[in-house]
């Protein structure tokens, strides 16, 4: 984990079970800990705290509640973890699907959080990295159609080999000081504006 202090924010309707996650926060070290007993507004109580991680303790949960927390997890893009006392293969698959990045069925116990808030931080952590190569990757394939199309069109439309209209392309973008797809994608839009 990171050198500053971590913001936790605990949602937990119980008291009980709310102070044995406090407790095993505070052993592991950690005192930025904000307990939230109330659902009321919670998503814009959770973006005034701004928590690093989340945690949620639902003893219980009704349908409606799982998916007022789920919703929570999808929005926050934060670490969440999820501790529940009974639990069903679909509601497991909802959680995973909605972000949670540790879901633990009958698992609260105080010298169990820290390990389970180093694994969840982790897990999310590598989520995200993925999510991340997988947009650049997406990005960077795009970038690359768009090149391939506008050589395409200069290469009908003025005659040029592909190595002359690659180029023509590198050229200008570095001309114009802009990135060769940014150049690639005027090309395209001015052929399609020309009918090209």
Do not use: C, H, W
């Amino acid at each position: 984990m990171s050198q500053t202090p971590l913001r936790i924010a605990v949602i937990d309707e119980n008291q009980v079970r709310a102070a044995i996650l406090e407790e095993g926060l505070r052993l592991a070290g950690l005192t930025d800990i904000t307990i939230i007993r109330e659902t009321n507004s919670l998503l814009r109580r959770l973006v005034a705290i701004d928590p690093d991680v989340v945690i949620i303790d639902l003893e219980n949960p009704s349908r409606d509640v799982l998916e007022q927390m789920f919703q929570v997890s999808r929005m926050v893009s934060r670490p969440v973890a999820m501790f529940v006392d009974q639990s069903d293969t679909s509601t497991i698959e909802r959680a995973i699907e909605a972000g949670v990045s540790a879901y633990i069925v009958d698992g609260l116990r105080k010298e169990r959080v820290k390990p389970i808030l180093d694994m969840t931080v982790s897990r999310f952590n590598a989520f995200s990295k993925l999510q991340r190569e997988l947009t650049e990757a997406r990005d960077a394939l795009e970038e690359r159609k768009v090149v391939e199309r506008a050589k395409g069109i200069l290469m009908k439309t003025r005659n040029l080999s592909e190595e002359e209209a690659y180029k023509l392309l590198r050229q200008s973008a570095m001309n114009e000081k802009k990135k060769l797809s940014e150049i690639a994608q005027s090309v395209v839009t001015a052929a399609s504006l020309l009918g090209g």
